[in-house]
């Protein structure tokens, strides 16, 4: 039985597991914390539950997809529930729900912008498109060849995908109103990167977020990782925590174990799941790598995030589940990430109250607070900076909330640059791997395979298809398809 190494335990890498476990090889994970799911991980304290890292459920059909491989339904797992409003929008001068009924986002779109409606329809229906082909694109392109974009369906639709055009300019396409304009550029600009650079092929998230709704796994993000983890106990996996890769051993062009900081592992093939740019510079030999140092050091990436989980000793009034602060300046605070990078003059941010829908995040009468404001990646970090911008972010909600939140706040965690490259070895400290810039889509992401080393694979955000749960789920399947062809 070939034995496999999977270094790292987050989406990709269990997604890896599971279908490897599936046919037949004898599967390891090996995870450098103390618990599983990569940026995905759970922690309690003082009764409350607080999910690290991703929050948003979009895309649900790539999770019943995956469970379904495995004769297993989501409704066995956990509880799924369709937020309404889907998520909220604080501007300057109004607020905007999102509500969960496609009939009364029509009709608010209506209210803001003459035939809004017959837009929004006309957008949402090119925005399938779109979403359809581009699935398909995802789960058959593990980008090895360029012959992969010459499908019939690619070829046929290639002017519907609009690979060159920007995200912003389709918009205005079909809306001249700012608050529109806003609430579909939203996805990107928390996700990927500014509008304006982001091909328009991504207005399938759009599609995904507001026509296919938003949703949340109660008991909190991590029990889908739960989920996946036990798919894997159930195959057979072996799952190691505390365990750290500090070097894969290459013999004749051929990986043939990997060194932790507990032992040696033999294996047949090593899946990285953990930071790819990690991987290259710090486990492997320079002879053995894709990709150069200057190569990093040259793409783009998506945001990093300063983080705060806070316990709220009371109930908060006005914050939904997912409310988004747009009340200052977009265009500044998203230039100061991509453009210039800089630390915010006047940060945007998100708030994730949990607890709004879920009682099992946080005692009874309290609020489980989860903040987020998007910063470029790579920036100095350092905790005077964390709570500089952690007054600026409370006096507004506070404000908003009509509440000084301060004195109820009986926990509270910050979460920054430097985490990230603590605990993910991220590169610069990004939280979401690589901006979706034409650039750097499909093809053009860094291989799956390594070049030199026969059986190393890459799995997760810095590789295809890219960075979010759902294209991680399915990058895992795609590495695994790789190595099962290659040993038949």
């Known amino acids: 039985m070939k034995k496999i190494s999977i270094i790292g335990s987050g989406f990709s890498g269990l997604s890896s597991a599971a279908f490897l476990a599936k046919e037949g090889f004898d599967v390891t994970i090996l995870e ?38 495995f004769d297993v339904k989501i409704s066995d797992l956990y509880d799924l529930k369709q937020l309404d409003p889907g998520f909220k929008i604080i501007f300057k001068d109004k607020e905007i729900n999102l509500p969960s009924s496609w009939k009364e986002t029509c ?31 995802l789960y058959n392109s593990p980008g090895l060849s360029f012959g992969e974009l010459f499908n019939t369906k690619i070829i046929k639709n290639l002017n519907k995908l609009q690979l060159l055009t920007s995200y912003r300019n389709h918009i205005k396409k079909y ?11 939203f996805p990107v600009l928390f996700l990927g990167t500014s509008a304006k650079h982001t091909p328009a092929l991504y207005s399938l998230m759009a599609y995904s977020g507001i026509k296919q709704g938003t949703f949340y796994p109660i008991g909190g993000f991590n029990k889908v990782i739960k989920s996946m983890e036990k798919v894997c106990l159930d195959l057979g996996v072996t799952i190691l925590t505390n365990t750290e890769v500090k070097k894969i051993n290459v013999k ?23 930071d790819y740019a990690h991987v290259e510079k710090k486990l492997l030999e320079k002879k053995h790598r894709n990709y150069s140092k200057e190569y990093w050091q040259s793409k783009s990436f998506s945001p990093s995030s300063l983080l705060f989980y806070l316990g709220i000793n009371k109930k908060l009034n006005n914050l939904d589940h997912h409310t988004l602060f747009f009340d200052e300046e977009i ?3 998203s230039n100061e990430i991509y453009e210039t990078p800089k630390w915010p003059s006047k940060p945007l941010f998100y708030t994730c109250c949990p607890s ?3 009682p099992n995040v946080a005692p009874k009468g309290k609020e489980n607070l989860f903040i987020l404001i998007p910063i470029a990646a790579g920036l100095k970090d350092s905790d005077l900076i964390r709570e500089k911008y952690f007054k600026i972010i409370m006096k507004r909600l506070e404000g908003y909330c009509n509440v000084d939140i301060k004195k109820h706040i009986e926990y509270k965690k910050s979460y920054c640059i430097n985490d990230f490259i603590e605990d993910y070895n991220a590169f610069k400290g990004n939280a979401y791997g690589l901006a979706n810039t034409l650039m750097q889509t499909a093809n053009l992401k860094p291989k799956i395979i390594n070049k030199k080393v026969k059986n190393i694979y ?8 890219g960075p979010g749960v759902p294209p991680s789920i399915i990058s895992g399947q795609l ?6 062809k290659k040993n038949k």
């Not at 809306?175 to 550029?185: A, C, G, T």
């Not at 890459?458 to 298809?465: C, D, E, F, N």
């Open 175 to 185: 809306f001249s109103n700012p608050y529109l304009i806003n609430i579909l550029e």
């Open 331 to 333: 265009e500044k605070h």
């Open 107 to 137: 009709n608010l779109f209506e209210k803001h912008e003459k035939n809004g409606a017959k837009k929004l329809d006309k957008f949402m229906q090119d925005a399938q498109v779109k979403y359809s082909i581009g699935l398909e694109f």
């Open 458 to 465: 890459y799995t997760g955000q810095l590789t295809v298809p």
């Open 479 to 484: 590495v695994a398809e790789q190595i099962i």
């Open 32 to 69: 450098k914390n103390e618990s599983v799911g990569g940026r995905a991980r759970l922690f309690k304290e003082k009764g409350y539950s607080f999910d690290m890292g991703p929050s948003w459920y979009w895309m649900p059909e790539i999770f019943e997809k995956f469970f379904n491989e």
């Open 252 to 274: 004749k062009s051929k990986a043939v174990s990997v060194s932790t900081n507990k032992n040696e592992i033999l294996s047949d093939f090593i899946v990285a799941s953990a």
């Open 356 to 358: 709004k829908t879920d």
